[in-house]
């Protein structure tokens, strides 16, 4: 019965943990200088729009757990209180170095006493959670052994708000709504070992019916049981809460404790765990996908942005000059200045920044009290809080510029870069002078790269070094391979296993090939359902790791080399029965726009392939764009989007005519 009363109290008080460090590396240098649940997304502080979250959710009280730099956690969280119906208490531990140790000082402290929502400070979502807490609530009353119930929201592996380097791959049982094996995905692994899922084999028997889930993304919201801090106490080897907690709960035959889901799909959630997520989300909230956390919303204090045509927010008091160009998807905060001829595109300009004369900024996030003086280009970069880019200054994409640095004029800043204005260990409280690098800041300037600890180990960035590459703010896969081959060559104690991963990707690649291959043939001649045959290929995919585009480029083949442009009408090998017979198997290959695009290209060059006349591929490809687009395959962006890109205009002479086949026409 005690039990009974503790959980009817708790529909009383509904609490909230938020963990303020994300006790990683993956901002730095920025994140040495401030918290980055402090850093600004689209010009408000990150930590506000997980607090509006959590005040939408109906939470009364809210611990704010924080470490580095914590008296700015605080007296931001001090501040933000003062207009906020909820109690927000700040914990301060130094000691602190992950999750876990999170965790344990948390029940050291004992100030959870019932389910409590666990997020962390860079969540940003428009979900309501009124269902989900039910039903852990609902479950917990049946079930003292369910203690979690984590949030996944449904979405395509090449979704915008997925993070790149970082997946999941869950095991669940739909009927009962629990998670039954986790196990975290990295973009590249180091060793076979990486490559292969270990499950418990005894699930089958309890379970007869799972899904093996990859299209999930980790939404990083739980709603905890009290009993969870407790765990950690008593396992020390727990420091993460998905690789180590999660896991070890699915797997222990001892503790006999279960974790749940709640599946979301029309909402938005996503966690801002990198400088590629920092890009990707704020973009969603420019094109108002998170909304009504938007920039027009005025969710911080003061703030008193305008909504105008073409995903342009502005404050009344910025100063346009009437030559500038201000194009799609642009914020610009309070007081900032731009003079004539500057063009702004798909870009975050900070309050009381002054933006010079035929200044050109493209995808990139400028802060607060920024200073670009005239002829400058910023591409796909960070330039945070005080910086200063003198005049003719170029700096290419993927850079991350920290606090007050100076590029002096004439300056190019390569790509990737990371400049800071502290001193060799600055941040350890040593008083070596800051020695600037003319080759990164040019000879006026102020700043140095940042390199970072040799000894870093984020749990996150794992063994190979290009998951925390492909992280980064406009990563380029090209670039990537390019960094791999150096490695290689400059490691001779890893070329053995680098060649037998390689051997094993080419084998994989083949077998892939091959099974997907026989198993359209085998659907075409006894005549599956498309539900069966994209059954097996969805298995395919998830049993040799590929993504959709791995399929697409060589189920959309495998379907067009079916058609016999020969055949009579009414023939089962004609375009358009094959079209109509197996076109929706392509479709379960396409998802958003991304993959629509990429579809497109996919037909292109297959068409062109299976057909060296061009008024043979012309007979397939105008047929099959047709179709694409009456059966919502393609949308009409898509088709232009995919039409007016360089690399349909590139490729083999014949790829080039399909392409003219289907000019848009000039109205």
């Given at each position: ?295 027009d919303s005025n969710l911080q204090a003061g703030d008193c942005y305008e909504f105008r045509r073409g995903l342009v927010y502005k404050e009344k008091s910025v100063v346009l000059s009437r030559t500038c160009v201000v194009e799609e998807k642009v914020v610009i905060g309070a007081r900032t200045q731009i003079a004539e001829d500057a063009v702004l595109s798909n870009c975050v300009i900070g309050k009381n920044c002054v933006i010079g004369a035929n200044v050109k900024i493209d995808n990139a996030y400028i802060w607060d009290n920024v200073t670009i003086k005239d002829n400058c280009v910023v591409q796909h970069s960070i330039i945070a809080n005080g910086a ?106 890893f070329e053995s296993e680098a060649s037998d991963v390689e051997e094993e990707e080419v084998n994989t690649a083949e077998e892939l090939d091959r099974e997907i291959a026989q198993t359209l043939e085998r659907a075409f001649k006894e005549g599956h359902e498309v539900d069966i045959a994209a059954l097996e290929l969805n298995t395919l995919r998830m049993a040799s790791n590929s993504n959709f585009h791995e399929m697409r480029k060589r189920i959309i083949p495998g379907v067009l080399k079916n058609i016999d442009l020969s055949a009579k009408p009414g023939s089962k090998t004609t375009v358009k029965e094959v079209l109509v017979r197996w076109g929706p198997l ?82």
């Amino acid at each position: 019965m005690p039990p009974k009363e503790k959980v009817e109290s708790t529909e009383q008080v509904l609490q909230a943990v938020i963990l303020a460090d994300s006790f990683d590396e993956r901002f730095q240098p920025i994140t040495l200088q401030t918290a980055r649940c402090l850093l600004p997304l689209c010009n408000v502080p990150l930590i506000s729009y997980t607090f509006e979250f959590l005040a939408v959710a109906g939470v009364q009280e809210i611990f704010v757990f924080c470490c580095s730099h914590s008296d700015k956690v605080k007296a931001f969280v001090k501040q933000y209180g003062k207009s906020s119906n909820m109690k927000i208490h700040t914990i301060v531990s130094q000691e602190c170095m992950s999750v876990g140790d999170a965790m344990r000082e948390l029940d050291a402290k004992q100030l959870i006493d019932t389910d409590f929502i666990l997020v962390n400070g860079d969540v940003v979502s428009n979900m309501k959670l009124d269902k989900v807490l039910e039903e852990h609530r609902a479950r917990r009353q049946a079930d003292k052994s369910a203690i979690m119930t984590m949030v996944l929201k449904k979405a395509s592996p090449q979704h915008r708000s997925r993070a790149v380097g970082d997946g999941s791959l869950f095991v669940l049982d739909q009927s009962s709504k629990e998670c039954l094996h986790y196990q975290p995905l990295k973009a590249f692994k180091s060793t076979r070992r990486d490559r292969r899922m270990t499950m418990d084999m005894e699930i089958f028997d309890k379970h007869p019916e799972v899904q093996v889930r990859n299209d999930l993304i980790d939404c990083q919201v739980d709603i905890c049981s009290v009993e969870v801090p407790a765990l950690f106490t008593e396992n020390f080897d727990y420091q993460d809460i998905r690789a180590d907690f999660v896991h070890g709960i699915l797997t222990s035959d001892l503790l006999g404790k279960t974790i749940h889901f709640h599946e979301v799909s029309d909402v938005y959630a996503a966690r801002v765990r990198s400088t590629q997520m920092y890009d990707a989300v704020s973009k969603d909230i420019i094109s108002r996908w998170t909304f009504p956390m938007v920039p027009d919303s005025n969710l911080q204090a003061g703030d008193c942005y305008e909504f105008r045509r073409g995903l342009v927010y502005k404050e009344k008091s910025v100063v346009l000059s009437r030559t500038c160009v201000v194009e799609e998807k642009v914020v610009i905060g309070a007081r900032t200045q731009i003079a004539e001829d500057a063009v702004l595109s798909n870009c975050v300009i900070g309050k009381n920044c002054v933006i010079g004369a035929n200044v050109k900024i493209d995808n990139a996030y400028i802060w607060d009290n920024v200073t670009i003086k005239d002829n400058c280009v910023v591409q796909h970069s960070i330039i945070a809080n005080g910086a200063v880019l003198e005049k003719d200054v170029t700096v290419n994409k993927g850079c991350l510029i920290s606090f007050n640095v100076t590029i002096g004029a004439n300056t190019t800043v390569p790509a990737y870069s990371r400049l800071t204005a502290l001193a060799e260990d600055e941040d350890q409280n040593s008083v070596t002078e800051l020695i600037s690098d003319p080759a990164f800041v040019g000879p006026t300037g102020r700043g140095r790269p940042f390199k970072e600890a040799e000894d870093s180990d984020d749990e996150d960035d794992e063994a190979d070094p290009r998951n925390k590459q492909v992280n980064r703010l406009a990563y380029d896969m090209s670039a990537l391979k390019l960094d791999r081959q150096a490695q290689e060559e400059s490691a001779s104690e890893f070329e053995s296993e680098a060649s037998d991963v390689e051997e094993e990707e080419v084998n994989t690649a083949e077998e892939l090939d091959r099974e997907i291959a026989q198993t359209l043939e085998r659907a075409f001649k006894e005549g599956h359902e498309v539900d069966i045959a994209a059954l097996e290929l969805n298995t395919l995919r998830m049993a040799s790791n590929s993504n959709f585009h791995e399929m697409r480029k060589r189920i959309i083949p495998g379907v067009l080399k079916n058609i016999d442009l020969s055949a009579k009408p009414g023939s089962k090998t004609t375009v358009k029965e094959v079209l109509v017979r197996w076109g929706p198997l392509i479709g379960r290959m396409i998802h958003d726009e991304a993959d629509q695009i990429d579809g497109l290209f996919i037909l292109q060059r297959a068409c062109a392939g299976l057909h060296e006349d061009s008024t043979q591929a012309q007979k397939v490809f105008a047929p099959a764009l047709r179709y694409f687009y009456d059966e919502d395959i393609t949308e009409e962006d898509s088709i232009l989007n995919w039409y007016r890109s360089d690399k349909s205009q590139q490729g083999t002479e014949t790829e080039k005519r399909l392409r003219e086949v289907v000019r848009p026409s000039a109205t």
